[in-house]
């Protein structure tokens, strides 16, 4: 069996050692003297994972953006300014295709759209269900915004299957009917 060590990075002083299971992360007794957990804040924060068995350093994986195509580029960043604040980041236009990079200061993951010259026609969406997700802090003011901008999101739900309430949302669907989950921050939802 594999072991995995984790290698923190704390802006210019890298550490090596395992998870600790209550606090954060506890480093290698050879590398510090002290053995209390360091508990960097997330701006600090850079992990890595190196196999045991074979030494080779693995950056774990970060999300950075999620792509739809879309018909329509001055329909479609004016729905995600509106709903969502997000606004245009880079636009990269080539000769056959335009790629635009939505965000807001929110977070670093970008919404990149899509848009291939020449089509004219709405995309397929198929019949797989997918969506994109957002969090909001005041779910019943958004959805209130929501309705005032036009947006027409669809009711406000509850979502309660063994009967706790683990979730608030409202979905709405972009000019090109991509679906958008908007849930209230709380539990998983940040």
């Known amino acids: 069996m594999e072991s995995t060590v984790y290698a923190l990075q704390l802006r210019d002083t890298k550490i090596e050692g ?34 045991a068995r074979t030494g080779g350093v693995r950056t774990l994986a970060k999300a950075i953006h999620s792509m739809i195509r879309v018909l329509d580029e001055q329909k479609s960043v004016q729905f ?22 939505l965000s807001n200061p929110e977070s670093d993951f970008e919404l990149e759209l899509t ?9 397929d969406l198929g019949n797989g269900y997918g969506h994109f997700a957002v969090s909001v802090d005041n779910l019943n003011e958004e959805h209130a915004r929501f309705e005032t901008e036009g947006l027409n999101p669809r009711k406000l739900v509850e979502f309660a299957p063994d009967g706790d309430v683990i979730a608030r949302f409202f979905f709405v669907a972009d000019p090109d009917g991509y679906e958008i989950e908007v849930l209230e921050r709380g539990g998983r939802y940040k």
């Open 18 to 51: 395992t998870p600790s299971s209550e606090f954060g992360f506890t480093p290698c007794e050879h590398l510090c003297e002290c053995s209390s957990p360091i508990i960097p804040t997330p701006n600090e924060l850079v992990l890595s994972s190196k196999s």
């Open 80 to 101: 995600y300014e509106k709903a969502f604040g997000l606004k245009v980041a880079d636009r990269l236009d080539f000769s056959g295709f335009t790629l635009v990079y």
């Open 115 to 123: 848009i291939n010259k020449g089509t004219t026609e709405p995309y």
